[in-house]
């Protein structure tokens, strides 16, 4: 079955600190990967998304995350975090049979000062 | 262009009592899908709507159902509300079936 582990339900990292969140995957066929971000209170914002071709993708704020197959993973990345990076982060992959996205349980990041 | 807007935002409702939420897409976005977000079962699928037909549709009582008009505006139905019903429900849209989901604000229902 499709299905998406973020490992880490929690992490603190320090402002100006570089951040990786981890997320692997099950599927079955090649995958469409997204990450998204929400705020407390608000819906999802999409960070990037990897449907083909280059395995690092840049997104916004400048986040960035590297598909690996071999690995099943898509790793989220940020050489240098800032206080309103704190949210919490889902890792995501679209199952295209479904017409779903099936989504991570989500890490929640904390960003000290 | 407009994003993916959903009413109302907040909602109270007592145990045995049913809800209609309601979904706008993006202009031009014909796919639109539901998800429940509670903080124990996180990101739940609800049910998926193309061009008025629903293709698919999670786990869940058929107390809950759902609709697509012809303008692709959507619409959910809770009937006889449980306390677990609680929940941020999201409202997505994408274009096709394998573009990325744009997602709405929510609409956060309390049940009492």
């Known amino acids: 079955a499709q299905s998406v582990t973020q490992p880490d339900i929690h992490i603190t990292v320090s402002e100006g600190a570089s951040l990786e969140l981890r997320c692997n995957y099950s599927y079955g066929a090649t995958p469409y990967l997204f990450w998204y971000v929400q705020s407390p209170g608000q819906g999802l914002q999409l960070l990037l998304k990897?449907?083909?071709?280059?395995?690092l993708v840049q997104g916004i704020k400048g986040f960035e995350a590297e598909f690996k197959r071999s690995q099943s993973s898509f790793n989220l990345r940020k050489p240098s975090v800032h206080w309103s990076d704190a949210a919490e982060y889902f890792c995501?992959?679209?199952?295209?049979?479904?017409?779903?996205?099936?989504f991570g349980a989500g890490t929640r990041l904390f960003v000290k000062a | 262009k407009a994003g993916v807007t959903q009413t109302p935002r907040y909602l109270i409702k007592t145990r045995g009592q049913q809800v209609t939420l309601s979904c706008s897409p993006i202009?031009?976005?014909?796919?639109v899908s539901w998800y429940q977000q509670t903080p124990g079962q996180g990101l739940q699928f609800l049910f998926e709507?193309?061009?008025?037909?629903?293709?698919n549709k999670g786990n869940f009582p058929g107390r809950f159902s759902g609709r697509q008009f012809s303008n692709s505006r959507s619409e959910m139905n809770v009937s006889t509300l449980e306390l677990g019903d609680s929940a941020l429900y999201l409202c997505a849209s994408s274009f096709g079936s394998n573009n990325e989901q744009f997602f709405g604000p929510g609409t956060r229902l309390t049940v009492l």
């Open positions: 202009s031009g976005h014909r796919s």
């Open positions: 709507y193309f061009s008025e037909t629903q293709r």
């Open positions: 990897y449907f083909s071709g280059d395995t």
């Open positions: 995501a992959v679209y199952d295209t049979g479904g017409f779903k996205t099936i």
